[in-house]
């Protein structure tokens, strides 16, 4: 079967930097996305990687490992309004979005 | 970007009622998506709704339970049908939204939060 795993809830403290850790088992590879949704609001595209490596965006940065099954989204400078669920999803041979669950970001000051 | 409204924002129904939910998008966009999102759950695809064709429902859904109607390019409709409990959920209507560095971004409605009785 088809497996997106990604912690279920994270905390960190306003300022700080964390990493929200993807790990994933497809049916092929093509693409990974991350997406951020705030409570009662609809999911919005973060990131895209498609090649190993490390993509940058201003405060948030996405990393891929297509040998290891696994990304990670990583935000500097954490602000109160960073408090989000964090979608990962990857695009299967078939070019078919298979979603984690989320991860729900809480930020305290 | 596209922006995507969807209505009813939130609904309280009776076991065994049916409802209608409504997505409207400002540009003609040929494909659009219904999902559902159950409480600490993933996004699960329920169908792809076609202009001018029926739509294609994924592994899991039926058009008996899950009717959708795409009369024209900017809107298409999802109904719940017989809800039961287990219909509790929100369900967003998706757009492609075009391709960045080859890649096809989805973009969101609000959602429908519905909870059945």
């Known amino acids: 079967g088809q497996n997106i795993d990604q912690p279920t809830e994270m905390t960190a403290t306003e300022g700080a930097i964390v990493q929200i850790n993807c790990t994933y088992q497809?049916?092929?590879?093509?693409?990974l996305f991350w997406y951020q949704q705030h409570a009662g609001e609809a999911p919005t595209f973060l990131s895209y990687n498609v090649l190993d490596g490390l993509e940058e965006k201003g405060r948030f940065s996405s990393f891929l490992s297509r040998s290891k099954g696994y990304s990670y989204l990583l935000l500097k400078e954490l602000q109160m309004k960073d408090s989000a669920s964090y979608l990962c999803?990857?695009?299967?041979?078939?070019?078919?979005?298979?979603w984690g669950a989320g991860t729900k970001l809480i930020i305290k000051p | 970007s596209a922006v995507i409204s969807q209505k009813p924002s939130r609904d309280i129904c009776q076991r065994g009622t049916s409802l209608t939910i409504q997505c409207q998008v400002d540009s003609q966009v040929t494909m659009m998506f219904w999902y559902r999102q159950q409480p600490g759950q993933s996004l699960t695809l329920i169908a792809t709704a076609n202009q001018g064709s029926e739509a294609t429902y994924e592994s899991g859904f039926v058009i008996d339970k899950f009717p959708i109607s795409r009369p024209n390019l900017t809107f298409s409709t999802l109904t719940v049908s017989n809800m039961s409990p287990e219909d509790s959920s929100i369900y967003l209507c998706?757009?492609?939204?075009?391709?960045?560095?080859?890649?096809?971004?989805?973009?969101f409605g609000a959602g429908s939060r519905l909870t059945v009785l």
């Open positions: 998706s757009v492609t939204e075009g391709q960045i560095t080859g890649a096809n971004v989805l973009t």
């Open positions: 999803a990857v695009r299967d041979s078939n070019y078919q979005l298979i």
């Open positions: 497809t049916s092929g590879f093509n693409g």
